[in-house]
């Protein structure tokens, strides 16, 4: 299975990306089966804290463009955007580890974590503009509010890799470890979370949210209508053509 997900002892909700063979791209099922274990764990009074990571040498490589352009985004409907606006919306913490790569919503969906451990190797990348397309995930607001307009310019519109010591000065991480500590110690964490008081930890992170979720709500509908736009223009078309005839794309 490519989405394994089981609650510990300690009461926490893992879910673990598991597509070594295609370094963690994300499928449209996967996103489904994703969106089903958070709703899951969100519904659940056993799970306090819910905790997502990939594997030890890749945390997500972004879309399967393969499978993207099979199922593209059809309306709020599609599980990509489903999955988005699940991770908006979740009441319970949310925890996530990263090690190796993260590309694209790799990293978008880190900017929804209350808690993000990376390994201090890691790489991160907002490769869109190089497929011809926008920001995603609420980037466009979320990484211009922690890192300034400037530095989110620089990635979004570069689309290069960064390292984890940019992720964390730009505020995408909250804390670096070395590479065999970061799960292990995200671990710990989200079990020292899922310790307090659950009414208060969701009080905590609704008061912590409340300033941007309407803008939020706000970005990532606009950011979903332009980025299908995009999707079905003739530079994307160029652009993934390119990608996989391994070519620089001609706009």
């Keep these: ?103 694209g919503i790799g990293v978008t969906m880190l900017l929804h974590a209350d808690f993000v451990v990376a390994a201090d190797d890691a790489k991160f990348q907002l490769p869109f503009i190089n497929l011809a397309l926008c920001p995603e995930g609420g980037s466009s607001l979320l990484l211009a509010q922690r890192a300034g307009y400037l530095r989110a310019a620089e990635k979004l519109m570069f689309g290069e890799l960064f390292t984890a010591q940019e992720a964390l000065d730009m505020r995408i991480v909250s804390r670096l470890l070395p590479h065999h500590e970061a799960l292990r110690y995200a671990v710990h964490q989200a079990h020292h979370l899922a310790e307090k008081s659950p009414a208060a930890m969701r009080e905590t992170k609704r008061l912590l949210k409340a300033s941007y979720s309407d803008a939020l709500r706000v970005a990532l509908d606009v950011e979903i209508e332009a980025f299908a736009r995009l999707l079905k223009g003739g530079d994307a078309r160029e652009a993934m053509t390119a990608f996989f005839e391994k070519r620089k794309p001609s706009f």
């Excluded at 990306?17 to 764990?41: C, F, G, P, W």
């Design 1 to 103: 299975m490519n989405i394994l997900n089981h609650i510990d002892d300690a009461r926490v909700g893992h879910i673990q990306i598991n597509r070594a063979e295609r370094k963690n791209s994300l499928t449209s099922a996967m996103y489904q089966s994703m969106v089903d274990v958070l709703r899951a764990y969100e519904a659940d009074d056993a799970v306090r804290v819910i905790l997502l990571y990939g594997l030890p040498e890749m945390f997500c490589a972004g879309n399967d463009l393969s499978d993207f352009l099979e199922h593209p985004i059809k309306g709020t409907d599609s599980p990509v955007i489903q999955f988005l606006y699940t991770l908006r919306d979740l009441k319970k913490p949310l925890v996530m580890s990263v090690n190796g790569v993260a590309v």
